[in-house]
């Protein structure tokens, strides 16, 4: 039987003036809140309450134990009002992950677009294209793309973007095919493209297959999209980019495939919290949900 709960007991067989009122207020039965009180009395080893037929009355030790329950109830209530005060009001340090390109054009935007006027809030941002641990690592919240294997974090889905096959606006003419691929580090040594063909666009006569295949062998590689566009704008070959970053380079690069689209990656938020999630995190799902839709509009 917990200290916290006889001593609880007791304040509530104080305040109510008998042991009958505190198990009606507790729900319980007479019996069972008397017996907490001789239980109680019994761990101490002293005498709280004297009691008449009519009347009970604390003795000087049980009065000073008596101001000491109200006082741990006090501090108790206070806990629980704060841990829930802070469960509304966005602060404390958010611990995101996410790859170097969802990083930057998809969580930072979203992120301090959302805590802006929330000056409480501190980031504590990991650019990872590995799969990090998350509760090994205290991370509350990781932005990927592609389904992640069953296991014990929420996984939800918040949007999708497409990938462009594209190169610089100088690279020598030929089949596509022909020319050097830079390769993600997630992608194989063969790589294989099937681009379906683009609803709602005017296209000329001979534009009439809905969908193409293209094979490629890697012949550069790079291990985050900072590189991956350099290479690009260096004309040292083709490559895919997320459309979002795409759309920021067209000063130098194009879409080798105009007429044609690659296959949706859909972008997953998963997190550890199977319950009481905190308002930074839900916020911070929002916010780059809402960014995701945003950059899927005005790509079309």
Not at 22 to 41: F, I, N, P, T, Y
Not at 130 to 157: C, F, M, W, Y
Request: glycine share 6%.
């Amino acid at each position: 039987m917990s200290r916290y709960r006889q001593m609880t007991v007791f304040q509530h067989i104080v305040e109510t003036g008998s042991i009958t009122k505190a198990a009606d207020r507790l729900g319980l039965s007479k019996s069972v809140v008397s017996q907490h009180l001789k239980q109680l009395e019994l761990d101490l080893g002293v005498t709280l309450l004297t009691r008449t037929t009519r009347k009970q009355h604390l003795t000087v030790v049980g009065d000073a134990f008596f101001q000491q329950c109200c006082l741990m109830r006090t501090i108790a209530d206070n806990a629980w009002q704060d841990a829930q005060n802070q469960q509304q009001v966005p602060q404390g340090t958010i611990t995101v992950t996410a790859s170097n390109a969802v990083m930057d054009y998809l969580v930072i935007p979203a992120l301090t677009d959302c805590f802006r006027t929330f000056p409480a809030v501190k980031f504590d941002l990991r650019s990872d294209d590995g799969k990090t641990d998350l509760i090994q690592e205290g991370i509350d919240l990781a932005i990927r793309v592609g389904e992640s294997p069953s296991s014990n974090l929420k996984q939800r889905k918040i949007g999708q973007f497409r990938d462009v096959l594209c190169g610089h606006k100088t690279l020598s003419e030929g089949p596509i095919e022909q020319q050097a691929y830079i390769a993600h580090h997630w992608q194989h040594d063969k790589i294989h493209h099937m681009v379906t063909r683009k609803v709602n666009v005017s296209y000329e006569e001979e534009v009439v297959e809905s969908t193409l295949s293209y094979d490629f062998i890697a012949t550069h590689r790079t291990n985050n999209y900072h590189a991956c566009l350099g290479l690009l704008k260096q004309s040292a070959g083709i490559g895919i980019l997320p459309e979002f970053i795409f759309q920021q380079h067209q000063m130098d690069l194009v879409d080798l495939l105009p007429h044609y689209q690659l296959a949706q990656s859909n972008v997953y938020a998963l997190h550890a919290y199977h319950g009481g999630m905190p308002v930074t995190v839900s916020m911070a799902i929002a916010a780059i949900t809402d960014r995701l839709a945003t950059l899927a509009i005005q790509e079309q």
